[in-house]
């Protein structure tokens, strides 16, 4: 396995192995490595002959007052957890390398990123879609395997991948969670013990939605007082937003039919935490 800060360096190996015929997958990263995202790495494994994960703390993405210069990194351990992963590459460059001096580019779109997440982290999505359209480019891979945890951002880049015309199959891989039900994230290293047992308090409101539509509800108002009522017997959750939404443009829905995401974004102390359901 080779760690590459470089953005010819690694486009020029992508070119050979797909010149020599093999398939190529990407895992984009933010780092700090965990279960969630070994998921992807283990399946990107299996269904390509060649795997490269970016790891890269996307400025950009960050809104003001966000958490970027927090944000955990630890590139010595990912590399280990990338190399019994069976990773072959790992994309690692300085922010410099990837917006240089005279930086002006973005890439965006309407509409679904404007509810949700987007509604309280304005900026968050832009940087994404322009960091992840950079990956792409830089590392023209057959595949991208991202994780359904964010839900939104999947849904972003699929939508992305179809209008943009991106030669790239995406892949979105279930969530993984701890045994007591909360969705595994580098972020979760910010609760306290105290708030790491609250925080199962989101997981547990999915589980009272899910009851309801799979005992028959349809109405979407009454899922979401369900959850909303659910997350509120826990002192420690201050909820940002509990919504039902359809999966595939992210706008709001009375009734719950077809494709649907159920997003919840939940505050535990001042640690913002994310979990959904998707409904296929
Ligand atoms: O999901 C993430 O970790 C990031 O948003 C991504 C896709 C790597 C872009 O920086």
Redesign the pocket.
């Known amino acids: 396995m080779k760690i590459s800060g470089s953005i010819k360096e690694t486009r020029d190996q992508v070119k050979e192995w797909k010149n020599q015929g093999l398939s190529v997958a990407l895992v984009?990263?933010?780092g700090y490595l965990h279960d969630g995202h070994k998921s992807l790495m283990e399946r990107a494994r299996k269904e390509n002959d060649k795997v490269v994960v970016?790891i890269?703390v996307?400025p950009m993405?960050f809104g003001p007052g966000e958490d970027y210069d927090s944000y955990p990194r630890d590139l010595e351990r990912d590399a280990g957890l990338c190399e019994e992963a069976g990773v072959d590459w790992i994309f690692h460059p300085e922010v410099e390398e990837m917006y240089g001096p005279n930086f002006c580019g973005y890439v965006d779109m309407h509409t679904l990123p404007e509810k949700l997440c987007g509604a309280s982290r304005p900026v968050h999505f832009r940087g994404?879609q322009t960091?992840?359209s950079k990956l792409f480019h830089i590392i023209p891979a057959q595949r991208a395997y991202?994780?359904q945890k964010?839900a939104q951002?999947l849904a972003i880049i699929r939508r992305m991948v179809i209008d943009l015309d991106f030669d790239i199959e995406i892949v979105g891989c279930p969530i993984v969670r701890e045994a007591d039900g909360l969705a595994k994230s580098s972020r979760n290293t910010y609760l306290s013990a105290e708030e790491r047992a609250q925080a199962v308090i989101l997981n547990q409101s999915l589980e009272v939605a899910m009851a309801l539509i799979e005992g028959g509800e349809t109405d979407a108002g009454k899922v979401k007082a369900a959850i909303t009522e659910k997350l509120n017997t826990c002192s420690a959750a201050r909820i940002d937003y509990v919504e039902i939404v359809s999966f595939d443009n992210i706008q709001p829905i009375q009734k719950v039919e077809g494709a649907v995401l159920i997003a919840i974004a939940v505050y535990i102390g001042t640690t913002r935490l994310i979990d959904n359901r998707i409904i296929l």
């Open positions: 984009p990263t933010m970016s890269f996307n993405q994404v960091v992840v991202f994780g964010d951002q």
